[in-house]
């Protein structure tokens, strides 16, 4: 199992568009992706759901940890990380 820690910088958070962007990079990966918002701690979601990522409330500036397990757990993991520190550009 790979794991990773990202703080979130984008201004709305993983709400709308970078939720579907978010979720479009995890579904591209054959691992099990996970997604759980640190900062307000709770439940772990699939990261291939929109209405998973959606019901976490992230917003700007909290961190969120990443898991995967699969295949390729490791790239999926590094590719996420990337997507969310280049503020999904």
Known sequence: M???MVKVINEVGLHAR???LFVAKA??????IRIQNTTKPGKWV???SVLGV???GV???HEIEITAEGEDEVEAV???IAL???DFA
Do not use: Y
Request: no cysteine.
């Open 54 to 56: 959606l019901t976490l």
């Open 27 to 32: 579904a591209s990966f054959k691992s099990d």
């Open 59 to 61: 917003e700007k500036d």
């Open 2 to 4: 790979e794991r990773g």
């Open 84 to 86: 969310i520190e280049n």
């Open 18 to 20: 970078p939720a579907a």
């Open 46 to 48: 699939n990261a291939k």
């Open 78 to 80: 590094r590719q996420i």
